[in-house]
Structures are given as C-alpha cells and as structure tokens.
C-alpha cells in the first residue's frame, strides 16, 4: 500500500530496446478483469506515440494495442501458448505489456459492483 504506484521490471526496459526495432514496438495493457485495462489503454492512446512505428506505417499506427497478443486478461504464462482472437498477428516479443493491478480487498468490492462474463 501507498500514495505512490509501483514499477516493476523497469530494469527489462532496455533489454526489450536492445531486441525490439522501434518500428515494430506495441504497448498494450493487460490485468485481471475490473483492474483498469480499459482507462489504461484509452489514456496511452489520448497520451502516448511510437514514433518510428508512425514513421513506417502511418500515423494512424501509434503502437499502441487494446489488448496484448495473448489477450489482456490472461495470464503472463499464456504468452508463448495463447494467441487471443482480437490480439492481431503481432508476434508475442513485439508487445510490452503495461500490468495492471489493484490491492485485492479495492478489486474484490468492484468486481462484486461490476460483473463480468468470462
């Protein structure tokens, strides 16, 4: 708990610059249901641009996904094995994922207000 968010895995920042080109990066929220995905990716869409990414295919083409490849409610080990419907053809390495989550008493309580059908 805390006023502040916590990063973790900034130190895999660059080792994804290193193995990535900049014009085939994505950026995609993934979390369990009722955590935010959905506020998360409307605020890089509002926000955020890859650059070299527009450079190459567009400007309509920012880099930035709704969900990741592997479907942004699935878990992490999905990654290599998964591939969602509506996560498009990207390969799985191309994505960094932005995780989200919520303390599990503040998720549980909305969850229970908003119900999902999985």
């Given at each position: ?28 929220p ?84 908003h119900?999902?059908?999985?």
């Amino acid at each position: 708990y805390g006023k502040k968010p916590v990063i973790l895995g900034a130190d895999q920042c660059q080792v994804y610059r290193d193995k990535v080109p900049p014009e085939e990066r994505l950026v995609a929220p993934m979390g369990m249901f009722n955590t935010g995905t959905n506020f998360v990716f409307k605020s890089l869409v509002q926000n955020c641009a890859i650059k070299e990414r527009q450079k190459k295919f567009g400007m309509l083409s920012r880099g930035i996904r709704k969900q990741v490849s592997w479907g942004k409610h699935s878990p992490s080990s999905y990654r290599e094995i998964n591939k969602s419907a509506t996560g498009g053809d990207e390969p799985y390495d191309h994505f960094f994922p932005i995780v989200i989550v919520k303390d599990p008493f503040t998720w549980m309580s909305s969850l229970c207000r908003h119900h999902y059908e999985a």
